[in-house]
């Protein structure tokens, strides 16, 4: 199956400062990449995802890259602000499942510290 | 729009009692359903999904148990808990054959 390793687990940055989270997955079928923010007591939510047929995509601060070849994703803030901080969880998804279901493998989350 | 609702928010519960948590899903029909266990440490757990009533795949053996008695209901049960099964418990659906989740907001839930 599908194994996502995703880096560093933690990341603190000061305000301003760039923050880049990688993640890497080894299934060549994996076709849909999200990201996922997580704050405090709260749910994960979408942020941003990206498709295997492209490369790039952007919105305003974050961007996301994919290096199909490499079976590699990451993640860029720019302009870091201390309401970034939170759990990012990057995740892959093979094909829709039985019934249309789907399951991504998550990544094991990384903590981005935005210091003011 | 599509909205979720997952409840109750926070729940403490005596060791071998049993357990309840409800989520709904407005604005939608026929979606994919699942729950997730967050432990301490952050990892996402994939639990139990169903693609649609009466339909429950268990991705893990456990004391736990799930039920979707209506289209845009999914219910997480347990017999007895464990104090292993503390923990935040998130649901989660997505539009048939599309990708993409919409979470909840989780349910906290501490065995004592």
């Known amino acids: 199956g599908e194994n996502v390793e995703q880096h560093p687990s933690t990341l603190s940055v000061q305000e301003g400062d760039s923050a880049v989270i990688k993640c890497t997955y080894s299934?060549?079928?994996?076709?849909?990449f999200p990201w996922y923010k997580q704050e405090l007591g709260k749910g994960p939510q979408l942020i941003i995802d990206i498709r295997s047929n492209v490369g790039e995509k952007k919105d305003q601060r974050i961007a996301v890259t994919l290096n199909k070849t490499a079976k590699h994703f990451s993640l860029h803030i720019t302009e870091t602000q201390p309401e970034d901080s939170a759990v990012y969880f990057c995740a892959a998804s093979s094909p829709l499942g039985p019934g249309g279901s789907y399951i991504p493998t998550f990544g094991r989350g990384t903590s981005l510290i935005v210091h003011p | 729009s599509q909205t979720i609702h997952q409840w109750p928010a926070t729940l403490v519960q005596p060791v071998g009692s049993p357990l309840s948590l409800e989520c709904t899903v407005e604005?939608?029909?026929?979606?994919?359903l699942y729950w997730y266990r967050q432990a301490a440490g952050r990892g996402l757990q994939l639990l139990f999904y169903s693609v649609g009533i009466g339909q429950i795949s268990s991705e893990v053996p456990q004391n736990l148990s799930a039920s979707r008695p209506q289209d845009r209901q999914f219910i997480l049960s347990s017999k007895k808990l464990l104090l292993s099964d503390s923990g935040f418990y998130l649901c989660?659906?997505?539009?048939?054959?599309?990708?993409?989740?919409?979470f909840g907001s989780g349910t906290r839930l501490t065995v004592v």
């Open positions: 604005g939608t029909s026929n979606p994919n």
């Open positions: 989660a659906w997505s539009q048939e054959r599309a990708y993409g989740y919409t």
């Open positions: 299934d060549s079928a994996s076709n849909y």
